[in-house]
């Protein structure tokens, strides 16, 4: 019921690991260009290959660095290179690990955390500091940057989803804010300039995992007073690279950090790279072209069209030379169109719910999507089996099977028979450098017209601004992607959260993008928060999404799979269900060293 579908369900049955090497065919077979070219790497401790330039690419722009301001994937993959806060993640397995700090103690009753710093840790070299020369970062950077964290700002786009009810002190700086007052977060105080503690409402389980997201990266407050607004693409941060030059929508440079506190368990200084190349191909195919031509180290995410000819023939993948490798994970990303439940055309549930039921998402995976992706037929959490384990009843949660007939039903309740009298509807979606966006959006706009008598109109937007569009609530009708921001179904179900509509349709809304609100939602969430038995935490949250997926106020598409291709040579660049990127240990073998392999 659950795994991976059609295609991928061979997979794991001939392979199982998540690396597959495969045979490149068809397309990629007879590449030219530099793809073996040497990448000027010496050779280390431990077999590690110190040098050369990582190149990757993404498919649409960063919209922004700062920190607090970071609420996408795209700008979350090249600030998690320059900054670092606390904690951070483990990319092989998303666990917590230290980063800015070295360890913490935690009060007897889960409310308290004590944060001790790492020594020879400082910023970046920049010209905001006097002499040109990064300092050392003390816990009155971190006290700082928390404190930004809970004032009012429009650049501010995390305090409702982080330290908003979970921090004291955190929502009366918040409001103070709105009228000029800086009082600081009462419950973040430094200890002295190597500890710094924070104290929690309430116990939270989730907290650390809160602090390894951007809200909590570290970077000083000379940059801000030079910098200001321009920190959008001005970073200054003690991650292991640096960004050196900015062509936006063209390519982003980073260096090494030679300053990065990071050793390895050889006794080599991290990062191992000299630097990385980010790129900004918007189409797939072209993105697929640079790879096949040694121009790109790693691609992910693969065109519909061209999957299956990327993929070829897994049966018999073993018995091949291998010439790069395909890593795969079942991904903690859910792909969904939602409704504003504040407009009139959508305020009435039974118009959502008939839209649910007139969608046929097993269609759309398997014909439109040709099986790159699972049905989201059982609400938006992804199943993930440390979650079902761990006591998250995604069966209990509920879904919607296709169903026209109901949805006809539901729509004539609603007062609109047949269709007559809807709205037309523009429904808005942004490119995503892919093809599946446009795909998937024409099937849905098909299926409403056939099901229900609707018309929509596709609208195609560049991220940024579809992103500002659905925060601002200028469309009503949106397709959007949430891809957890830690390894838990709350990052999913905050996205819900009453607490988190703003007043009036004029303010933005951050998190809550359909401004729903449910008492009996909010209640089951909110309790939730705070109780550490896991299981018994798992299980209010399965409660309160049945709740919320009653209440329809958006329409699960599908589950996405992340592929990711690399190159032979590239090494620890692991995928995982966040596609979370730390190039901190990545390194690349020369092309002579691999002929040697």
């Known amino acids: 019921m659950w795994g991976i579908t059609h295609y991928f369900s061979s997979m794991n049955k001939y ?45 649409e722009n960063i919209k922004s660095l700062f920190p607090i301001s970071i609420n996408d994937q795209v700008s979350f993959h090249l600030a998690a290179q320059v900054y670092e806060g606390l904690v951070k993640f483990n990319q092989v397995d998303l666990s917590l690990m230290p980063a800015g700090a070295t360890r913490w103690d935690v009060s007897a009753d889960q409310t308290e955390y004590t944060f001790h710093l790492r020594s020879g840790v400082v910023f970046h070299d920049d010209p905001c500091f006097p002499d040109g020369k990064g300092r050392a970062v003390t816990a009155n950077d971190f006290k700082y940057c928390l404190d930004k964290l809970c004032t009012s700002d429009p650049v501010n786009n995390l305090f409702d989803y982080t330290f908003k009810d979970r921090v004291v002190g955190a929502n009366e700086s918040f409001e103070a804010s709105k009228s000029g007052k800086k009082t600081g977060c009462s419950g973040v105080k430094v200890i002295n300039d190597s500890t710094i503690s924070i104290k929690l409402v309430h116990s939270d389980p989730s907290f650390l995992n809160i602090l390894a997201m951007p809200c909590g990266y570290v970077y000083p407050q000379e940059a801000f007073a030079k910098y200001g607004t321009d920190m959008r693409t001005k970073t200054v941060g003690t991650g292991p690279f640096a960004i050196e030059t900015v062509k936006e929508g063209e390519v982003i440079i980073m260096k090494k950090n030679p300053n990065y506190w990071g050793v390895d368990e050889h006794g080599n200084k991290l990062p191992y790279l000299d630097g990385i190349k980010w790129t900004f191909i918007r189409e797939k195919q072209s993105e697929v072209l640079e790879f096949k031509r040694g121009n790109l180290d790693m691609i992910y995410r693969i065109p519909v069209v061209m999957f299956h000819e990327l993929m070829g023939d897994l049966e018999h993948a073993k018995e091949r030379k291998s010439e790069f490798n395909i890593l795969s994970s079942t991904a903690l990303n859910t792909n969904y169109y939602g409704f504003n439940c504040m407009s009139p055309t959508f305020s009435k549930k039974e118009v959502r719910q008939a839209f649910n039921y007139a969608i046929d998402r097993q269609k759309i995976s398997d014909f439109t999507l040709q099986g790159e992706v699972n049905p989201a037929n059982y609400g938006i959490v992804p199943y993930n089996e440390a979650f079902e384990k761990a006591g998250y ?66 609208n195609t937007v560049p991220f940024a601004e579809h992103i500002e569009n659905v925060q601002t609530a200028k469309i009503d009708f949106f397709r959007y992607a949430w891809i957890a921001d830690y390894p838990d179904p709350e990052t999913f179900l905050a996205m819900f959260y009453g607490a988190n509509v703003p007043a009036t349709l004029q303010e933005k809304s951050y998190t809550n993008f359909s401004r729903y609100k449910s008492s009996k939602f909010d209640s089951l969430y909110q309790a939730a928060r705070f109780v550490s038995d896991k299981a018994k935490r798992f299980q209010m949250l399965a409660e309160a999404e049945k709740v919320m997926i009653e209440d329809a106020p958006i329409m699960p598409i599908y589950y ?31 092309a002579d060293k691999m002929k040697k392999k």
């Open 560 to 590: 996405d799979e992340n592929f990711r291709l690399e190159h032979l040579n590239v090494r620890n660049l692991p995928e995982n269900p966040m596609n979370y990127f730390d190039l901190t240990t990545t390194y690349l073998i020369p």
């Open 393 to 458: 009843d995604y069966k209990a949660v509920g879904g919607y099977n296709y169903d026209p007939d109901k949805a006809r039903e539901l729509l004539k309740q609603a007062g609109y028979p047949n269709g007559k009298g809807f709205p037309k509807l523009t429904l808005e979606i942004n490119p995503g450098g892919a093809d599946r966006n446009i795909l998937t959006a024409e099937v849905v706009q098909k299926m409403l017209k056939e099901n229900l008598n609707i018309e929509v109109e596709i």
């Open 15 to 59: 392979f199982g690991a998540l690396i597959i090497p495969v045979l490149t065919l068809g397309l990629l077979s007879s590449c030219g260009g530099d793809e073996n070219k040497d990448h000027g790497g010496s050779e280390a401790k431990g077999g590690i290959y110190l040098g050369g330039v990582a190149r990757l690419n993404e498919v």
